[in-house]
């Protein structure tokens, strides 16, 4: 059979043995991804991570803020940390009813130069984070740029996985931010690390509307 | 001065001295921040490429798509290569004026074993590209999983660059998929590699809405 095939091949142009090839590599594909989704058959609300300095950790959370829009899920998001500025997908989500947000923080930490002003904002927006973590009505949950909070110690990380283990068995939580802990990544079923390859700000270009903004 | 201070930190407390290190460090931080947002002072359109085999790639462009809606912007989405499956992202955008959408790819190239099919599906969502690149009206263009008819060649590279170069002067663009060719990644203003850590089909979950779907 092997031999046979061989032979039949050396009387194919190059461009049909090319051609060949090419639909055999696409078959074979397509077995692999079609296994793997077989596999994959469990449906339940899953605990995503973004984290690592490239840019796109927030703007993918509320990507998929637009995705469950699209299933007319009900959301939920809560910003920390940040607040300094109004930025666009706030303006844009907060037309939304089926979106309850919070922009809890008070500017980058940088910016207010006072730690306990930062707690107390931090732990303002955990509490209400919580809420959102134990609201079956829920389907989607972002909090956004808690990796920092966790990592100045603003909020516990027990108290971070206790309730993100503990919240309704089909909600969605995404967490970002850089510098996530080890024990959350543990517990989450997706984690995507951004890595930065080039910035616009290198070249001297500024945040952007639309983009960062 | 040095040895003054030296002497004076010996008078504080532990718990002192470490709120002193703490507001020196959010000092030092606030400066560096401060020093490169001054310099970057250029305001243009920019070239954004989300490539890498982790999640978040079209969902961050998305999220991009959300904040430019918040600033009234025009937004124009291209879809390559997907289109078997219906998703959420397209119900949601599909209701705004501001956003044309379209999606002309078949199915993932694996689903549909045919590739003539294919490159004139990649063909005519490419002709698409070009008049969003030429139109001034709008300001945030997304070619979700460009990279991927790249890869195949079913869309010229040096085409796509030409139309990316000599776009609008304030436009952005962002391109998604996996496998980015480096004259692209050469070009672009801000890449982000997005690494998978673990995802939850690994662990047997399927594809969820408002996640991937």
């Known amino acids: 059979m092997s031999d046979k095939h061989l032979s039949d091949s050396s009387e194919l142009t190059e461009e049909q043995q090319r051609e060949e090839r090419y639909l055999a590599r696409m078959k074979r594909k397509k077995e692999i991804i079609d296994q793997s989704i077989a596999r994959a058959d469990q449906d339940r609300g899953v605990c995503l991570v973004h984290t690592g300095n490239g840019k796109g950790k927030s703007s993918s959370a509320f990507g998929m ?36 947000y919070y922009v809890m923080g008070e500017g980058f930490t940088w910016e207010t130069q006072d730690k306990e002003r930062d707690i107390a904002a ?18 989607l949950v972002v909090l956004d740029e808690l990796n920092i909070a966790l990592k100045y110690k603003y909020v516990d990380l027990q108290q971070v996985i206790k309730a993100v283990e503990s919240r309704p068995v089909n909600q969605h939580v ?25 910035h616009a700000y290198q070249a001297g270009i500024k945040a952007q509307k639309g983009v960062e903004l």
């Open 174 to 198: 995404v967490i970002t931010g850089r510098g996530a802990p080890q024990a959350l990544i543990d517990i989450a079923d997706t984690v995507t690390e951004m890595q930065v390859v080039k």
């Open 122 to 139: 931090a732990t303002k927006a955990w509490k209400q984070s919580e809420k959102l973590l134990n609201d079956e009505n829920i389907t």
């Open 65 to 100: 803020v637009a995705r469950a829009l699209g299933h007319d899920m009900q959301v939920g998001v809560v910003q920390f940390i940040k607040g300094a500025f109004s930025t666009g997908e706030e303006a844009f989500f907060r037309r939304f009813p089926e979106v309850q």
